[in-house]
Nanobody, 130 residues
Framework: VQLQASGGGLVQAGDSLRLSCAAS????????VGWFRQAPGEEREFVAA????????YYADSVKGRFTISRDNAKNTVYLEMNSLKPEDTAVYYC????????????????????????WGKGTQVTVSS
């Protein structure tokens, strides 16, 4: 599976931005698709994920209530709607896919980490100015 992330850019604090992650093939119900991010000087951290089988969603505490992850089954695409952006959201955002969607939870993705996922896309830069 190839993942193509897009939608990053430079915005001001309080603005919104939508990231997209398009897959080269259809996801089976066993998969979950999500996002990690890496700020300068920091490790990559879990942001959000969605389980393909039932659309259940999972978020890091730092983005809960501001970010929304969704999917378009027909387009094999996942979206990350980011609202009320803060300067601390500045990072490179990476789309990932995991074939163990049955284990999906915020703690699972935090514990597995970016390199515990099965597929990775190139990152897209999000910069939020104050």
């Amino acid at each position: 599976v190839q993942l193509q992330a897009s939608g990053g850019g430079l915005v001001q604090a309080g603005d919104s931005l939508r990231l997209s992650c398009a897959a080269s093939q259809r996801f089976s119900r066993h998969f979950a698709v999500g996002w990690f991010r890496q700020a300068p000087g920091e490790e990559r951290e879990f942001v959000a994920a969605i389980r393909w089988s039932d659309g259940s969603t999972y978020y890091a505490d730092s983005v809960k209530g501001r970010f929304t992850i969704s999917r378009d089954n027909a387009k094999n695409t996942v979206y990350l709607e980011m609202n009320s952006l803060k300067p601390e959201d500045t990072a490179v955002y990476y789309c990932v896919a995991d074939g163990r969607g049955i284990y999906s939870s915020s703690s699972y993705y935090t514990r597995c980490g970016y390199y515990g996922m099965d597929y990775w896309g190139k990152g897209t830069q999000v910069t939020v100015s104050s």
